[in-house]
Nanobody, 124 residues
Framework: VQLQASGGGLVQPGGSLRLSCAAS????????IAWFRQAPGKEREGVSC???????????WYEPSVKGRFTISRDNAKNAVTLQMNSLKPEDTAVYYC???????????????WGQGTQVTVSS
């Protein structure tokens, strides 16, 4: 299982970015997909997660500081999960990773599959 994260970049405070987590050799619908981030000197933290389509739970969760600003969703046509990030703040600066597993674990070490990180920098 290989995940490809993309869409990071440099943006001014208040700006937007759209991250994508894609896979080429398996269907993402079968997996819960999470986004984590890690800032320099800090532990990796969960940002958002969406449950698998097959689970029929339809659960998504967001880290409180991003709720209302970030939206996680599936793009079935592209076999991808996107993270739309609006109203970005300097404290959102981090390397963002996507991960996949059967359910939305809160502990990142429980996820079995990871993509490479994509850098998000929010600065004026």
């Amino acid at each position: 299982v290989q995940l490809q994260a993309s869409g990071g970049g440099l943006v001014q405070p208040g700006g937007s970015l759209r991250l994508s987590c894609a896979a080429s050799e398996f269907t993402l619908d079968s997996y819960a997909i999470a986004w984590f981030r890690q800032a320099p000197g800090k532990e990796r933290e969960g940002v958002s997660c969406i449950s698998s389509v097959s689970s029929r739970i339809g659960v998504t969760w967001y880290e409180p500081s991003v709720k209302g600003r970030f939206t996680i969703s599936r793009d079935n046509a592209k076999n991808a999960v996107t993270l739309q990030m609006n109203s970005l703040k300097p404290e959102d600066t981090a390397v963002y990773y996507c991960a996949a597993d059967s359910i939305c674990y809160s502990d990142p070490t429980s996820f079995g599959y990871w993509g490479q990180g994509t850098q998000v920098t929010v600065s004026s």
